[in-house]
């Protein structure tokens, strides 16, 4: 079973920079397509990042640019680099640890993430 605790969310301005990481206990995540979503209030859950387990990287178009998604197999840990930040970022940041092959799916708790105007 795949713990994933996500740390890195807190104020900032508009304009500012974030890393949120995803620390992973109880079994190794470079067998993992790891993703970020997040959910802002009142509104669905949103994809805004993948790594897959062999390296590919892709983000929608919406995010391209200012998200950058990066594995450290050694560490254990996903990171999600945020630069530019705008108050519709404002929202709960989720990490996914994904095997479809396996039929695994793992999600943490979220780490909440607040940018002021």
């Known amino acids: 079973q795949v713990q994933l605790v996500e740390s890195g969310g807190g104020l900032v301005q508009a304009g500012g920079s974030l890393r949120l990481s995803c620390a992973a206990s109880?079994?190794?995540?470079?067998?993992?397509?790891m993703k970020w979503f997040r959910q802002a209030p009142g509104k669905e859950r949103e994809f805004v990042a993948v790594?897959?387990?062999?390296?590919?990287?892709y983000y929608p178009n919406s995010l391209k640019g200012r998200f950058t998604i990066a594995r450290d197999n050694a560490k254990n840990t996903v990171y999600l680099q945020m630069n530019s930040l705008t108050p519709e970022d404002t929202a709960v940041y989720y990490c996914?640890?994904?095997?479809?092959?396996?039929?695994?799916?793992?999600w943490g708790k979220g780490t909440l993430v607040t940018v002021s105007s």
């Open positions: 790594v897959s387990a062999g390296g590919g990287i």
């Open positions: 996914n640890a994904n095997s479809p092959g396996a039929g695994m799916d793992y």
């Open positions: 109880g079994g190794t995540l470079s067998s993992y397509n």
